[in-house]
């Protein structure tokens, strides 16, 4: 089984930084593409940013400029660098990750989520 724990979420002001990792574990033989997504209580989950295994990275526009995803390979974790907070931005975050692990006796790909991390930004 391969779980995913996002941890780094809080309080901060307006213009503040955070900081959000998200490690996995389990039987894991590579891992693809990691993202982070975040969701607004009545709103929809969206794409915040990803970055392939290669380190090619992709965010959103509302993200640009502001936010950086990385990752180390060697601890299974992806990161999100949160800089000029804004109160929009406030949401439970979640990383996802597509992984290579066994899955009933097979290595296969598979996606998995974590189970969020609060960011609130305040005005």
């Known amino acids: 089984q391969v779980q995913l724990v996002e941890s780094g979420g809080g309080l901060v002001q307006a213009g503040g930084s955070l900081r959000l990792s998200c490690a996995a574990s389990?039987?894991?033989?590579?891992?693809?593409?990691m993202d982070w997504y975040r969701q607004a209580p009545g709103k929809q989950r969206e794409l915040v940013a990803a970055?392939?295994?290669?380190?090619?990275?992709d965010y959103a526009d509302f993200v640009k400029g502001r936010f950086a995803i990385s990752r180390d390979n060697a601890k299974n974790t992806v990161y999100l660098q949160m800089d000029s907070l804004k109160p929009e931005d406030t949401a439970v975050y979640y990383c996802?990750?597509?992984?290579?692990?066994?899955?009933?006796?097979?290595?296969?790909?598979?996606?998995?989520w974590g189970q969020g991390t609060q960011v609130t930004v305040s005005s």
């Open positions: 389990g039987s894991i033989v590579s891992i693809n593409r």
């Open positions: 996802n990750a597509q992984v290579r692990a066994y899955y009933r006796g097979v290595v296969s790909v598979r996606g998995y």
């Open positions: 970055i392939t295994d290669g380190g090619s990275t």
